[in-house]
């Protein structure tokens, strides 16, 4: 059987929107050695390297090729995944497998883009089918919109519901210095008065009905790095490893036209295959704090029904009841999330390792629960309508 | 049995991407490139570990895994490595097929530098010759700077 | 230059230019039948798995439901007039990786659930009210007079 | 470590400008897998597809498959890079305790775009891109540096180009079975020197399934199990000019982990049949070196005493190899399925008699900068 496997370190650079100080590979470096240094290890310790981006946002091919020497593979065991928004977490799992594989001892996980070099939407439309669905596809946003007036059609949701979820990202942002999105001017404004503000606001721009400029993520260049430690060394390295639970993922569509706009069903899917595993029986009791990749601000309503916090259509509720706030009982995002910044390719990869810093007490001024979280939730989203869901935990698993 | 499905075409879409990119050098590479666009120097980085002297620089050396510290100015003239002569052409090429590249280690340096090889009889390249950088008239900050590699 | 600290380097780039990577992308036999029918009878094809009964629009080589082969015999014609399962009215700028230029907006982009099909096509409708483009709202397609066995010989769909 | 098997295994023929789409390619590979296995697709535990975005001109392009490979519903994840690598990936999935069995299709329509485009750009852009450099020409460049290392002519690079392109003959999915000379590879057109036309692979489309279990997934198969016993991956440093281009340390160390780990000594001896990725003649050279067949510098003599021929002692690429048909990220998966086919004795015309273990190498990136080696025996 396999190993027990723990996150034992995390590093990411800070997210902004240019970095045109360092190129990619300088980037990726500066990741790399941030998770070196908070793991106490070096590049001589890590046993393989899995990495991962989309390879039209740069404009790079083989990158993990190209990449190698600035994130340690130089005479290593390197293999690269690239799977849209689950970027990040495909690679995270791939670490994983390696590491429950018995092959290899530690593994680090790394994730990045440079969104600035590139127009980010049109890159997107290359992930789309030449033919059928190219031509008239509008990228990200145009795909979200659709999924969001849909839910708003099917629950009665409003747009001050889908600006509670930006609000709380937005929020939730000022607390984390790695963030690219820093909007001090919404310190110390109640939420409900900032939902008034953004919502009556004209220079929140419709982007695609019901998105605005408010309600969708940033382009950021940044990077992401996560060392992944097989039992036996994880505890060594770590004080406190953040074991991994569980970890699945569902696919869905390869076509756009087939997509259910009704439920996110891979989501619901591969949670209900983590919590199964994990015996989590109520999600919303159980986890201590989530790390959701939600790329616009209807995720944040619709998603966390699929993934079985409340029923269809309660989404709201628990926003507005602050259920899912820094002190709620299910805080959401406190990094502030995709909706904060999003190097597309490291975004999952920093849910995870948001969740790890979590579980391990090292948030900082995010830290939720006074750093008493036994079980974090980190997901995936991406092309092809993936979900990825790995869990995160403070006790070794059985 | 049914010839209408004889009769489906194979239809190819041709279509292509179009992506437009503007990578960023670095801080590290830019400095490399504005000492050969506006002193025609070239300028190499020197790992603290290994002591290699990489040109172009590196802001880590791959091998030590440590931040190079410090710049090393080197020599434009240096030793050709390996080279070839393509015959083929295609859009991505800066000049006409037949076209010469060269690996030159410059006198100084550790690690070779690709480039182009040019000015010269492609016939009489040998691996181990001297070959000096010939700069460009006008200088942009892009490797473009270095207009090519000549027999010294 | 000079007066400038030595940390203080002028930050460069380098541009792609021009540089793009042309495809000769297959259509295959199920799309080419669809994209023919288009262009010599204006009309609209799906394909329908004998396993689950799901008729896709456009018709593919395999069921993924199923993990089964469909063939051309499993090709059914569908109606050139269906509902809005979604739409979104696309209103900011971006560079269409097709061409490298910018897509003139606004624009509506909608799914399309043909009658007679399980699955949307992804396509433009011909209005950007908000008003008229809407869930459930019916359409037909309007198709190019001039054709050339592309998905846009249908100009797009006409709220009806 | 536990053993993973190879239960079943299928791959298209190789051919230049195939008419079928991705999809129809993949389903191909993968149903003739199952087939081989013996299985149906709800016998599958998970799946890994690899491709590369550039090549196939699509983003994600591993994910636009997944519904041909029989994803449905499944855990899947996907791998870009040689199919090899993606093999490798699903083996340490079932090693995970996760799942059982894995199914791995990798796809590859190189005739879609231009080469030389898709391969210049894995190049360095602010460097190396715009002075067009592309995998032949750097290939040139290795190859070279490789003759002036070793000693290695080009009629050396010429006898490997003989010996494959005729093994190709016996291979009915190889793209170019030829009966050529080495005066035919010499005389060939000057590509980029000192590479010639017949040194080159050719540009080809292809697919390629694999099926991999444990031993408690075997009972859903009715094939005889091949057994991977050692596997290993190593990259080298990227860029031209830092790397040493003439050796291949890379390759040496995937080889000496995974012959660790098969109980390999004397490679040359222990191993009955050999399937290298040459997407250039000269490469097989280097590998045999990587590979301990022969000491740094001197793999020219095991092709002059024609030692890796059909009858030599150690047969390599009796497929044909990769000069013969090149569907790029496939043609490694390839390899690992004609090792399969030698150990069971199914390799029909180009069967090495006997043979029990075999080595199988796939590569990535420029110049062969990783590699991932297997060594499979019954």
């Given amino acids: ?398 | 049995m049914t010839d209408w499905k004889d009769k489906v075409e194979n239809m190819v879409y041709s279509g292509r991407i179009k992506v437009p990119y503007l990578w960023n050098v670095g801080k590290t590479g830019s400095r490399f490139l504005i000492a050969i666009r506006d002193n025609k120097e070239i300028w190499g980085t020197r790992c603290p570990g290994c002591g290699r002297v990489y040109v172009p620089p590196v802001k880590t050396c791959g091998e030590c895994f440590v931040p190079t510290t410090e710049w090393v100015k080197v020599s434009d003239t240096g030793v050709l490595e390996s080279f070839t002569v393509v015959h083929y052409s295609y859009e991505m090429q800066p000049r006409k097929a037949p076209l010469a590249y060269g690996l030159i280690k410059l006198d100084g340096a550790d690690g070779a530098i690709l480039h182009l090889i040019g000015d010269t009889d492609f016939a009489k390249l040998k691996t181990g010759m001297k070959v000096k950088a010939v700069f460009a008239e006008e200088r942009v900050g892009s490797i473009a700077d270095i207009k090519h590699f000549t027999p010294a | ?160 | ?378």
């Fill in chain 4, 1 to 378: 470590m536990s053993k993973i098997a190879i239960v079943g295994v299928g791959q298209t023929t190789c051919t230049r400008s195939k008419i079928d789409t991705f999809e129809e390619m993949v389903f191909e590979a993968a149903s003739k897998a199952l087939a081989d296995a013996g299985a149906e697709i709800g016998d599958i535990d998970n799946v890994v597809t690899v491709s590369n975005d550039f090549w196939d001109g699509r983003t994600i392009s591993s994910m636009a498959v997944q519904e041909a490979a029989g994803s449905w519903g499944k855990d899947v994840s996907t791998v870009e890079g040689d199919g090899t690598f993606g093999a490798l990936y699903g083996m340490m999935r079932i090693l995970s305790g996760s799942f059982d069995t894995t199914l791995v299709v990798s796809h590859m329509k190189g005739s879609e775009s231009i080469m030389n485009l898709i391969t210049n750009a894995m190049f360095d852009p602010i460097y190396q891109r715009g002075m067009g450099i592309d995998a032949t020409s750097a290939a040139a460049l290795q190859a070279r540096s490789y003759m002036t290392m070793s000693g290695a002519t080009e009629e050396d690079f010429a006898r490997v180009s003989v010996k494959n392109h005729g093994n190709a003959k016996n291979n009915p999915y190889a793209q170019l079975p030829m009966k050529i000379t080495v005066g035919d590879v010499m005389a060939s057109r000057k590509i980029a020197e000192p590479l010639k036309l017949l040194d080159c692979s050719p540009i080809g489309d292809g697919a390629a399934a694999v099926v991999l279990s444990n031993k408690k997934g075997l009972k859903r198969f009715r094939k005889e199990p091949v057994w991977i016993k050692g596997v290993a991956h190593c990259s080298d440093s990227f860029t031209l000019g830092y790397r040493d281009l003439a050796k291949s340390r890379a390759l040496k160390e995937a080889a000496q982990k995974a012959y660790k780990m098969a109980g390999i000594k004397k490679p040359l001896k222990d191993l009955d049949v050999a399937e290298l990725y040459d997407a250039y003649s000269y490469m097989e050279l280097m590998w045999y070196e990587g590979l301990g067949f022969a000491p740094e510098g001197k793999g020219y003599e095991l092709i002059r005493e024609n030692a890796t021929g059909m009858k030599g002692e150690l047969p390599v690429n009796p497929s044909g190899g990769v000069v013969s048909s090149h569907p790029v990220f496939v043609a490694g998966m390839v390899r690992l399925i004609e090792a399969t086919l030698q150990v069971r004795g199914e390799a029909g015309k180009r069967q090495v008699k006997g043979a029990k273990t075999a080595l199988a190498h796939g590569i990535n990136g420029p110049c062969g900068q990783a590699h991932c080696v297997y060594v499979v025996g019954a």
């Fill in chain 1, 1 to 398: 059987m396999g190993k027990r496997v723990a996150i034992v370190g995390y590093g990411q650079t800070y997210q902004r929107s240019s970095r045109k100080d360092v190129n990619g590979v300088e980037l990726i470096n500066e990741a790399v050695v941030t998770a070196l240094a908070d793991a106490e290890l070096t590049i001589r310790d890590i046993d393989a390297i899995v990495i991962g981006n989309m390879d039209h946002f740069e404009g790079i091919n083989y990158v993990d090729m190209w990449s190698a020497e600035g994130s340690g593979a130089v005479m290593k065991p390197v293999i690269k995944v690239c799977t849209g928004g689950t970027t990040g977490t495909t690679v995270a799992m791939c670490a994983y497998y390696h590491v429950a594989s018995g092959m290899f001892n530690k593994v680090l996980a790394i994730g990045w883009e440079k969104n600035s070099e590139s127009d980010t939407t049109g890159a997107i439309i290359t992930a789309f089918h030449p033919v059928w669905e190219r031509p008239t596809l509008g990228g990200a946003v145009a795909g979200l919109a659709i999924e969001a007036s849909k839910y708003m059609h099917n629950y009665g949701a409003t747009e001050r519901d889908g600006a509670r979820v930006a609000v709380r990202e937005r929020l939730h942002a000022l607390n984390n210095p790695y963030a690219h999105l820093h909007q001090e001017w919404m310190k110390g404004i109640p939420p409900e008065k900032l939902v008034d503000l953004i919502v009556g606001s004209e220079q929140n721009a419709m982007l695609a009905y019901p998105l605005r400029m408010s309600d969708m993520c940033p382009r950021t260049d940044g990077a992401a790095a996560v060392i992944f430690a097989a039992e036996g060394s994880a505890e060594k390295i770590a004080p406190v490893p953040a074991w991994v639970h569980a970890t699945a993922n569902r696919h869905n569509f390869v076509y756009a036209g087939d997509v259910d706009m009704d439920r996110n069903t891979t989501i619901a899917e591969a949670s209900k295959a983590v919590f199964k595993k994990a015996g989590v029986k109520e999600p919303l009791k159980e986890i201590d704090v989530c790390e959701l990749y939600l790329p616009y601000s209807y995720a944040g309503l619709k998603w966390i029904e699929d993934i079985g916090f409340c029923a269809y259509g309660e989404g709201p509720r628990l926003l507005w009841d602050g259920v899912t706030d820094m002190d709620g009982e299910l805080p959401i995002n406190p990094s502030g999330g995709v909706m904060s910044s999003n190097a597309i390719g490291a975004t999952a990869l920093i849910r995870v390792g948001e969740a790890a810093l979590q579980v391990m007490g090292k948030a900082g001024p995010r830290q939720v629960k006074g750093g008493n979280v036994n079980l974090a939730l980190a997901t995936g989203f991406g092309g092809c309508y993936w979900g990825d869901v790995m869990l995160l935990g403070k006790k070794k698993p059985a």
């Fill in chain 3, 1 to 160: 230059m000079n007066d400038k600290k030595r940390e203080d380097v002028e930050l460069l780039s380098i541009s792609s230019g021009e540089a793009s990577q042309p495809f000769d992308w297959s259509v295959g036999k199920h799309g080419s039948y669809f994209l023919q029918q288009l262009r010599d009878n204006k009309k609209i094809v799906g394909i329908k798995c004998p396993g689950c009964q799901r008729v896709y629009v456009p018709p593919r080589p395999v069921c993924g439901h199923c993990f089964k082969g469909l063939t051309l015999d499993d090709i059914i014609p569908v109606s050139d007039e269906g509902t809005i399962y979604v739409c979104t009215i696309v209103q900011f700028g971006f560079v269409d990786p097709s061409t490298g230029i910018q897509r003139p907006v606004p624009y509506t982009w909608a799914f399309v659930k043909l009658d007679g099909a399980d699955t949307c096509l992804t396509h433009f409708l011909d209005s950007t009210d908000a008003e008229k483009v809407k869930v459930g709202a019916r359409v037909k397609a309007v198709f190019e007079e001039k054709r050339t066995g592309n998905l846009m010989d249908i100009k797009h769909f006409a709220v009806l």
